[in-house]
C-alpha cells in the first residue's frame, strides 16, 4: 500500500529464523516468515524455508523505517531482537533496540537509543559495537574501542522504556570494553558462536566468552597480505582479496 518509491531494494540484508530485514537507500523493511493463510507463525515450519513445494510459507512485510540518510546505516538480527542504526536527524545518528512482540505483530522498543554509534553486530543476548578512534588518532592504527552488551535483567534502570505489549526478558548493559590493537569502522566486527571477531587489512583479533561471561583475546592472526573483506561464520573466517578466498577454521580459538 506504500506508494513511496523504492531505490535499490536489496543493497542490505540481514536474517535470522524467521525475520528478515532488508534495505533499499532510504529506507529498512522488515519482514517475517508466516505459515498459513490467517497470517499465523507455526511450529515445526522451521527448517523449511527452503521447501518450494511448500507453499503455505509466506514472507510478509510487517514494518518499514528510515534510514535517516541515503545509503548510511545497518539493521542486524538476533532471533527476535532488531538493531537498527541510523540517522536520527540531519547530523546525529544513533541505534535502536527493537523486541518482536506477538500480540501487536510489531516490533517495540527494548530500551532506550544509544547515540553516536559505529559499527555494530547483534547476536544472541550479545551486542557488540565499536567506537572509532577520535579525529586526533585519524591515520593511525587502533584508537578505537570495542565495546560489548549482555542482555540481563535490570529491574527499575532508567535505561528501559516502558512499552505496552513488550515481552521483553531484560535489556542490554555494558560488560566489557576491548582494546584491539587494530580496529577500524570500515574493518570486520562480527559475532558468533562465542567468539567475537575484530579484523582490519592484515590482522584479526578473536575474543572467546569465557564461562563468568568475561571475554578473553585467545589469539591474533596477522596475514602476509591484506585482505579487502572479511566474513565470519561459525567457525569459518572468510578472508577475500585480490588473490580470491581463503578460508581458516578458528575453533581452536573458542
Known sequence: DDESPVMNFGQSLDMDGRFACVSDLNYFYLFRRTANENDEYEDGY?????????????????DKMER???????????NNTFAIQSYVSSTKKALQLYEYDEELQGVVPLQDRFERFGPMTL???????LKPPPPSSSGSGGGGGVFVYHR??????????????????GIFILRQE?????????????????LIVV???KWVHIYSEQEDG????????TFEKPYKEFLFSGHN??????????VFNVESCV
Not at 540481563?152 to 526478558?169: C, H, K, L, R, Y
Open 46 to 62: 522451521e527448517n523449511k524455508i527452503g521447501d518450494n513445494n511448500n507453499n503455505n510459507i509466506t514472507w510478509v512485510q510487517f
Open 68 to 78: 535517516g540518510r541515503e545509503r548510511y546505516g545497518k539493521c542486524s538480527i538476533a
Open 123 to 129: 547476536g544472541l543476548d550479545r551486542l557488540v559495537y
Open 152 to 169: 540481563e535483567e535490570e529491574e527499575g534502570d532508567d535505561n528501559v522504556t516502558e512499552t505496552s505489549g513488550s515481552s521483553s526478558s
Open 178 to 194: 576491548l582494546s584491539p590493537d587494530h580496529a577500524s569502522p570500515k574493518g570486520m566486527l562480527a559475532i558468533d558462536n562465542g
Open 199 to 201: 579484523g582490519e587489512k
Open 214 to 221: 568475561v571475554w578473553v583475546e585467545t589469539e591474533t592472526i
Open 237 to 246: 573466517l572468510v578472508g577475500v582479496n585480490g588473490d580470491g578466498v581463503q
